[in-house]
């Protein structure tokens, strides 16, 4: 039996490699030479910058930059050379992710994107060529703001007044913009953005309502941000001639994906497609007995682009089951039985605290592997008895014709 692993993060616990290791582990205790495949799954979040740049052979820079609630923090990007071309590489989880933004401080009304500006004109200065940037796991929602003003544009009010934006809870302020100052050598470069192209800016599936309350955002605070949102919009397709309300992937990581439109040129590709010019998971797929993915939290929202869904998808083409590991099983999470997932499970073995589950996870993911695998063999075994028949009385058995 060949077993091909896929699994993406679990966030604010274990990035995707992590998880790999613990699922291998997993399969090596019930049985060591067990034909085994880990392919990580970067998906723009956490991870993206380091395992795009190790798999192009490129090197890893750190810069520090200003973290989503105002402080400095050390974040990185990559850079890689290939067929002439320079190309940096960044992630915007490793400076405005969430999990840089401390439980108490969890207000997307207050958190900025300011620091993936500041990795942009660092990379910059690096003479490069394209920058692909991986939008995931954000814990901003200023729709590009922070980024934009790092890279020299100015929001004003209502008096004509420059104005900061520190969060999505300023956007209500912008009266107008002035892209004079936005640094010219973003005219030059090839942005590339690898995001979820089922996030949009506005409406009622806008990032605010669907993404707001996980990033620590009350009922009214989701609506604050969904008008302000909206307002933004409104704002830009007066000054630049863009509507990015409904956008694909225009809500990506609370709005960058927007931002990134308007303010950089940037062309946005659903992840998957982008990704895959970098990991061949297809061919891994096509090759296996059985495909395992992995995710934080499986719920309804997971059949909309996340990695379970794309490795579902392309395994549903050549009829090889797929079977998910997760931290947690939310609501709605059986509409991913007919997104092509078969079976799924959650790794939680009892009721505990959560630290004590985030440090008990790479046990936990090794015990969910292994048993899984068990449930496999029996049926295995059962789907090569199928044909006998038992008699009773003298204990022997007949092969069906």
Known sequence: MKVVMIPSGFKECLHAGEVGIAMERGARRYNNQIDVEILPMIDGGEGF????????????????????????????????????????VIEMAAVSGLHLVPKQQRNPLKTTSFGVGELIAYAMDLHINQLLIGCGDSGTSDGGTGMAQALGVQFFNDNHQLITIEGGGDLRRIAFMDTNKLDKRLRHLQIDVACNWKNVLCGNQGVARVFGPQKGATRRQVELLATGLEHYAEVIQSHMHVDVRTMPGSGASGGLGAGLIAFAGATLHERFTLIRDFIDMEQAIASADVVFSAEGSLDFQTPNGKVPAEVARIARKYDVPVVIIAGTIGKGATANYRAGIHAYTSITQKPIALNEALELAPKWIEDSVESI???????????????????????????KQ
């Open 49 to 88: 910058a380091k395992a795009i740049t190790n798999i192009k052979g490129g090197q890893l820079i750190y810069k520090e930059v200003t973290g989503p609630v105002g402080e400095k923090v050390l974040g990185h990007f990559g850079i890689f050379e290939e067929d002439g071309k320079r190309t940096a």
């Open 373 to 399: 695998l068990r449930q496999i063999e029996i049926g295995t075994k059962l789907a090569k008895r199928k044909d006998v028949i038992h008699v009773k009385g003298n204990g022997r058995a007949f092969q």
